[in-house]
């Protein structure tokens, strides 16, 4: 086994990357307590509009008057995923890739001017396997039946906690066998939800990667207003693939908005990520900070990377603390730190110029490496 390993690391270090990838289906059985929200989504572009006004305002009180109690939901599900592996065979340790609002799994390994953005290029290069799945309620994984009371943060956990067990117990089909370390990366959505996996269930992944992210509460009424969310009926790319309940960008404006950091991107770049973009379910954005509103319990190493001109995170300045709880800190990305208090390090990264969507941007070749020289200071 041991020579195995140093044979394909040798093997990782040397190839002209070149990876192996299938899709597969994942079933799973979950359940969590939900919050039951008193909305009834219509479709309609007022009223989406109306909601995200009513939610963003100071002193706003709307959101309270339609957070009702707790429900346990319980569903049987698919979750759409890719598996990735170095040509050689599979690396020492998995890396599972949650995507954020926005987009599905091939935010990771995005086919865009032959494949220039892909970070699953870069990680299956540095011998790593890869992991990557559609949130659930998104794309190709099972949409579910209610946009608002079931396809909620707390559900979606689940079922990265169920995949994850499957992992680890090596019974995921689609999956060789067992992996010596798990890594949780994700992507802003995807890392709210990682955060909360790792923090719930501290045992299931040896590393945590939260990019596009922050603990930073202030923005996201930018993010909410400045997409130009609009019912998926609206938009023409998503018209009859959804349900009433669920909302994505309007055009390209709400994308880059969004996404986008003046002067990193390529316009076709711009334009390919809006005709490919998917929606968010209600449910979700009626409670973005989800499990991130206490402290982690995860004792693993964390780093966070998040671009200088991200919009929710960051409102387009990571450094300037002025709006923040605790404007001591260096940046936004800190305030995390004491929130990490049991894990073996934390690492907080600031990508010069990138906007929101770190893997989209010109600056991409400085996130990756910021990824995967963590991965490396930590040996994992
Ligand atoms: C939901 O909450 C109840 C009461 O706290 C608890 O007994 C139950 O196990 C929870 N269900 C899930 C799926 O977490
Ligand atoms: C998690 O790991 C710790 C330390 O290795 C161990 O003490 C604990 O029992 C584990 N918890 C679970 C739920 O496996
Ligand atoms: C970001 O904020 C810092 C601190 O307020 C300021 O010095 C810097 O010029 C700002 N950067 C940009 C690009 O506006
Ligand atoms: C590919 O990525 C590099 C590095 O960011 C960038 O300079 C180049 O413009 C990209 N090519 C295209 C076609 O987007």
């Given at each position: 086994?041991?020579?195995?390993?140093?044979?394909l690391a040798a093997l990782a270090g040397t190839a002209v990357?070149?990876?192996?990838?299938?899709?597969?289906?994942?079933?799973?059985s979950i359940s969590a307590n939900n919050t039951e929200f008193s909305l009834k989504p219509v479709d309609s572009e007022v009223f989406v509009t109306n909601l995200f006004l009513r939610m963003t305002a100071p002193g706003s009180t709307y959101s309270k008057s339609i957070t009702g109690g707790m429900k346990e939901v319980h569903g049987d599900y698919e979750l759409a995923a890719t598996y990735c592996q170095p040509d050689g065979g599979p690396g020492k340790t998995?890396?599972?890739?949650?995507?954020?609002?926005?987009?599905?799994?091939?935010?990771?390994?995005?086919?865009?001017?032959?494949?220039?953005?892909?970070?699953?290029?870069?990680?299956v290069h540095a011998g790593y396997s890869t992991l990557?799945?559609?949130?659930?309620?998104?794309?190709?994984?099972?949409?579910?039946?209610d946009p608002v009371n079931e396809i909620q943060v707390t559900l979606e956990i689940q079922?990265?906690?169920a995949m994850t067990e499957m992992v680890k117990d090596g019974s995921l089909c689609g999956?060789?066998?067992?992996?010596?370390?798990l890594v949780h990366v994700g992507h802003s959505f995807g890392s709210i939800m990682s955060y909360g996996l790792t923090s719930m269930y501290p045992n299931l992944s040896d590393a945590v990667i939260l990019t596009g992210f922050s603990q930073a509460p202030n923005y996201?009424?930018?993010?909410?207003?400045?997409?130009?969310?609009?019912?998926?009926?609206s938009v023409d790319t998503l018209k009859g693939k959804y349900a009433t309940g669920y909302i994505a960008p309007f055009s390209s404006i709400g994308v880059h908005t969004q996404f986008f950091g003046p002067g990193d991107f390529s316009e076709e770049m711009l334009d390919?990520?809006?005709?490919?973009?998917?929606?968010?379910?209600?449910?979700?954005?009626?409670?973005?900070?989800?499990?991130?509103?206490?402290?982690?319990?995860?004792?693993?190493?964390?780093?966070?990377?998040?671009?200088?001109?991200?919009?929710?995170f960051c409102g387009g300045n990571c450094t300037d603390t002025s709006m923040l709880k605790d404007m001591s800190v260096a940046n936004a990305l800190e305030l995390s730190r004491p929130n990490f208090k049991e894990a073996k390090s934390f690492t907080a990264t600031i990508v010069p110029g990138a906007g929101h969507g770190l893997n989209f941007g010109y600056s991409h070749p400085v996130t990756y490496k910021g990824m995967l020289d963590f991965l490396k200071g930590a040996s994992i």
């Open positions: 086994m041991v020579k195995l390993n140093l044979a990357t070149a990876k192996k990838c299938h899709d597969f289906k994942i079933p799973v998995l890396q599972i890739l949650t995507h954020g609002v926005g987009f599905d799994r091939t935010y990771w390994d995005y086919p865009f001017a032959n494949y220039n953005y892909s970070y699953v290029n870069e990680a990557s799945w559609d949130r659930l309620g998104i794309a190709e994984s099972s949409h579910g039946k079922a990265l906690r999956v060789p066998g067992k992996f010596n370390k996201m009424p930018l993010f909410a207003l400045g997409g130009n969310f609009a019912p998926v009926s390919d990520a809006t005709k490919h973009g998917q929606p968010a379910a209600l449910g979700e954005l009626l409670n973005t900070a989800g499990p991130t509103g206490k402290p982690s319990n995860f004792k693993g190493d964390v780093l966070i990377i998040t671009g200088d001109a991200d919009l929710p």
